[in-house]
């Protein structure tokens, strides 16, 4: 699937502090944001993903305390590629993933976001472009099949 997305895979060594040069951390971490345009007939929503390592020590709360700050980096982000492109954001969804992971586990921090195009002709010619999509959820796929063709 043709997708952005940012991964970080590291490893906690059993005993004693990790060591960056050999792929180790004490946590992953990953966000994603998600913003809807104003005007969704002349520019696209825009998804933004962010992941990473922590290094600094094993406490969930100092994680979370960064992560809280780390959302405002995303934040100006959005806006940011909003400004150079002209684009008006009516709202925008965010959320991170987090782990600590146990000494001698490996952790894996991962966000996806596919790239999405539905054709506005693959709407069924019953449906209004209103609730054409929403029509989609309730047909088999040979129903669709016979109504687009």
């Given at each position: ?96 993933a987090r782990v600590i992971m146990k000494p001698g586990y490996v952790g894996t921090a991962l966000t996806v976001a596919p790239y999405i ?8 010619q019953r449906a209004t472009l209103e609730d054409g999509f929403s029509a989609l959820t309730t047909m088999t796929l040979s129903d669709w ?5």
């Amino acid at each position: 699937m043709i997708c952005a997305n940012k991964s970080v895979t590291v490893s906690r060594p059993k005993t004693g502090k990790p060591d960056p040069c050999k792929q180790e951390a004490y946590g992953v971490w990953a966000y994603i944001a998600l913003s809807i345009t104003r005007d969704g007939d002349n520019s696209a929503d825009l998804f933004i993903e962010d992941a990473g390592v922590w290094m600094d020590n094993d406490s969930e709360s100092m994680l979370d305390a960064f992560l809280d700050k780390h959302r405002q980096n995303v934040v100006n982000s959005i806006v940011a590629c909003g400004e150079d492109q002209g684009v008006p954001y009516e709202r925008t969804y965010i959320s991170y993933a987090r782990v600590i992971m146990k000494p001698g586990y490996v952790g894996t921090a991962l966000t996806v976001a596919p790239y999405i195009t539905l054709a506005k002709k693959a709407i069924p010619q019953r449906a209004t472009l209103e609730d054409g999509f929403s029509a989609l959820t309730t047909m088999t796929l040979s129903d669709w099949k016979k109504q687009i063709v």
